[in-house]
């Protein structure tokens, strides 16, 4: 099977607080966003986020740059991975999204990221 190129960019919108009207404050008006993952349909390898490229397993205490694209294809996936995001740290958050992730697909919940879990996770559609 071969796979054409595509770009994707999923990102939350930033929300702005604003005093109300008729209210004085001289605090600046503060604006969050939260940072916009960047994963691409690559051939042969299902999505990558820019990270990573292989498949090899990923658990609770890990780090790098294997943890950072599966950090990244989660949240590609609509899984929060907790307030640190994307970075390359496999902590509580990460195992939950795992977790919440492997759930969701009918594959085992173990927190443990094998090659059914990169599966899922890199192919379009699952």
Known sequence: MRWGKTACTIGLVGVLS??????????PVETRTAAAVSCRLM????YYCGYHLSNTYANRGDSGAK??????????KGFSVGSSGVDGQFGAGTESAVRRFQTSRGISSDGVVGPTTWHYLRTPGL
Do not use: H, K, R
Request: without cysteine.
């Open 18 to 27: 604003v005093p109300a009207a008729g209210v004085s404050t001289a605090a």
């Open 43 to 46: 051939d042969f390898i299902g």
């Open 67 to 76: 943890v950072q694209e599966l950090q990244a294809l989660l949240v590609f």
